[in-house]
C-alpha cells in the first residue's frame, strides 16, 4: 500500500497523520509543495522551505511550490525564491518542472 499523509490542527497543534507503510529507503526525490491555502508565510516559514529544498536537490530531485497565493507570491519574490526554487502557479507550469507522468 502507498503512503498517504495528511494534516489537521488541533488547537495549535498540526497533526500529520500517516496511513500505509513508511519505508526509510524509500526515494522520493520530486516534491510538489500545494501552497495554494497558505494565506501567510514569515521568516521562520521561508526557512523552512528552503531547507526542504536543500533535501531535495541535494539528493538530485526538484521541489517546487505550487498555486500560491497573491500576498505569499509576493513575499517568495521578495525573498529572491524565484531566483533559485522553481514556482508554479497551475498545472502547465508546475509541468515544465516535473513532467506528468
Known amino acids: 500500500m502507498k503512503m498517504q499523509i495528511s ?4 488547537g495549535n497543534v498540526r497533526v500529520i497523520t500517516m496511513v ?4 526509510q529507503k524509500e526515494e522520493i526525490f520530486n516534491a510538489v509543495i500545494d501552497i495554494d491555502h497558505l494565506s501567510f508565510v514569515n521568516s521562520m516559514g521561508l526557512g523552512m522551505f528552503v531547507n526542504a529544498y536543500r533535501r531535495f536537490t541535494d539528493a538530485g530531485g526538484v521541489m517546487v511550490l505550487y498555486k500560491p ?4 507570491l509576493e513575499m517568495l519574490e521578495v525573498s529572491g525564491f524565484e531566483e533559485f526554487m522553481p514556482i508554479a502557479g497551475d498545472q502547465s507550469e508546475l509541468e515544465k518542472y516535473i513532467p506528468a507522468h
Not at 7 to 10: L, W
Not at 20 to 23: E, R
Open 69 to 72: 497565493r497573491s500576498g505569499v
Open 7 to 10: 494534516s489537521s490542527n488541533k
Open 20 to 23: 500505509g507503510q513508511f519505508w
